[in-house]
Structure formats: structure tokens, C-alpha cells
């Protein structure tokens, strides 16, 4: 499908304007799904992230961190239809206001109320509502401030572990689309009310960003299979603004910052469930690099990109991060508006289904054993000193290239 970007003149006001407080983010595990084995989960317990909001806050200030992506968890809100339990919202609001950071809200990262999915006639209803109290509740507590959502949480991925995966509710094979359908549904409608509740507000979307390519020596109809995989990764934003399935209402100023996550297997081969490694040690031709990536988007959308996921586990977090900031250095002297990258997840967490092992993929792992098991519940985090040195060491390199186009063309472009 040939999708013509949108002309840089038809962007919005609210959509010119770099609304992030630190150009690096930390983003906190917040889900509260139904795993695949239909027990709920709550990640900001968990990690230990709520009970210790105030010492995972501080420990940001050395890495100049003071925008952090959060979740309300709706399942948590609304235990019973349309009746909203704000408190929680309030404490971390306050406790990031005395820290002097700034909260991104997921109002759905992955989870719903039980009475609740994708599929059920009144699930867009209901989160239009969630959005409305939302809206109502925060701007009681903080009227002035820049509010930056994230209204569904990678709907190309949840789409796909609930509808054909039967990962989560509803637990579905076959049925990605229709998942997808129902989600995006919802989104527009959140995004609708939102802005009639307050017109300032800043949608953050957050897709996974892939590259999906056939076998070598494909047949023609492998070509054609891979391609269109590709091409599906934008069918939530494309429905967003309007593009793909307008009967759902989405509009072009509904997308305003693209928010892209990107792992380190996020390169694959259509069908065959196999990774391209991430480090292109064998030079596959089929392989792209993560700024190419990154312009393809931009070519389509025209909209500001931040990086709002990205880590890898183990040792090699160092590496990676000194390969998304090569990266994102190549963008940025490129011209193109990379407004942020989120290391995601900030501290560790362990697997959704399992709750075991943790993952070691943050900046803080989770103090335990060798195994991936920890200690206690929750746990102490330690940091992890190597991926520390490593980020202090591409933060000053990225400051440099920000600081050298400043200096050659005066204040960046707010686009």
C-alpha cells in the first residue's frame, strides 16, 4: 500500500513543540495483563517500583533522566464499571512533582478490567470514559502542567499475543485483526475525549518498529509475504490518522509524537520465527540499520520520533546502548527530529508469565542469583555499573552532536 506522508505545513501547533523535559527517558514495567496462564499481574508491585517510587526517582538525577514513562493500570482504576479509584494516580503524581520529574501515562499498557476485552461491544465506550475521569482527575491536581499520554500501549503487539497468540485476554488464535480492530477503536475514541476534555494534550503513540525480511533466495511469493508483514507494522498508526479504516474516525492530528520501540530482536525472517542478529556480525544483506528505520517513518508520518523503548538483557547492554546512540547520532546530523530515546525498562523485571527469571535488561538489575531468581519481594536493585559507564559515556558523545548543530544552525527546528 502506497501511503503519501503528510505535508509538514498541515502539522498542528500542539504538534511543533518538543513537550519532553530530558531528551533521555526511563521507562518503569507497569503491566497489569492477564499472562497466559489468566493471572493478573501488577509490574509496578512487583519490581518494587511503587513502594520504592521515591529512591527510583532520585536515582535518575546522575544520568540527567527527568522524564519517566508510567502506567495507571486500568485494571487497577476500574473495578467496577465507570466507578475510578484515582488514589494511586494522586501519590505518584506527588511523588513525582517533589522529584521534579515528569510522568508519560500509559493508560493501557497491556491490561483491562476482567469484565473487559478488545472484542466486547462496550470496551472503546469504557475506555473513553477511563479517559474522560482521566483527564478530570489529573488537571484537578495539576491544571498547568504539559500532559503527555500514551493512551494503548503497542497495540501491533498486543494485538497479536491476545488475538493470535493467546497470550493474554482474550486468549484468541486467528483473530489478530479483529483484536486490533477493537483496540484501535478505542484508541481514537480515548484520543477524541481527551481532547475535548483538554485540547493541550500530547498523544505519545508507542509501536513496535521491526523489519521484517524474506528467506534469501526467496521465491516471489515469499518476497511478497515479507514485504506485507513489513507494511503491517503501520496499520495502528495509519488507523490513527485516518489512512486505513476512516470509518473508525482516526484523524491526521490524532498522531502527533511517534513513539517507536525498538529491541534488539526486532529484525526477523517472515515465517520462520528466526532473529537476524542485532549486530549484523555476518553482514545480512537483509539486515537494516536502525537509522534507516527510523527514516522510514519519518518519511511516512512526518511527525517528531522518539525511541520510547529499547534495552537488551545481560552483558551486552553496553553494546546496545552504544549502538542505539550511534544511531541516533547518524538521525539526529541527519536533520530528522529524534525528540527522546527511553531506556526501557529502567529497573529490571522479570517474565510476565512465569515471574521468573528476571531479565537484567535495565540500569538497576534486580539483586539475586546467577539463575535470574531474586532474594526477596520485592527486590533491591543494584545498578549495573558496566551499562552505567557505557550510557554517561554516549550521553556526552550525543550532547556534543546535539550541542554542534545548535552551534552550526542556531536552535533546533521545533518541527
Known sequence: MNVSPVPSDFLPVHSRSNPFQSFWMGGYECTDQLNAWGNRVDFLHITGHLPRI??????????????????????????RPYQ????????MMERGRMAGIQQVWDLCHFGFPDDLTPLHPLFARRFAALCRSFVAFYRSVDPYSTLIVTPINEVSFLSWLGGDARGTSPYCVGQGWEVKYGLMRAYIEGVAALREADPSIRILTTEPLVNVVPQLDATPEQLGFAALAHENQFQATDMLSGRLCPELGGQPDYLDVVGLNYYYNNQWIAGSGAFLPWANDGFDPRWRPLRDLFREVYRRYQRPIVLSETSHPGEDRPQWIQFVARESAAVLSGGLPLWGICLYPIIDRPDWDHLTPWHQAGLWDAEGTSDGTVAQQPPHQVLNQPYADALREVQSVLARVQNRLISQAGPLPNF
Request: a negative charge; charged letters at 30%.
Open 84 to 91: 475510578y479509584d484515582w488514589q494511586t494516580l494522586a501519590f
Open 54 to 79: 521515591d529512591d527510583d526517582y532520585r536515582n535518575l538525577a546522575p544520568f540527567g533522566i527527568q522524564t519517566v514513562r508510567e502506567g495507571i493500570r486500568w485494571s487497577q482504576v476500574e473495578k
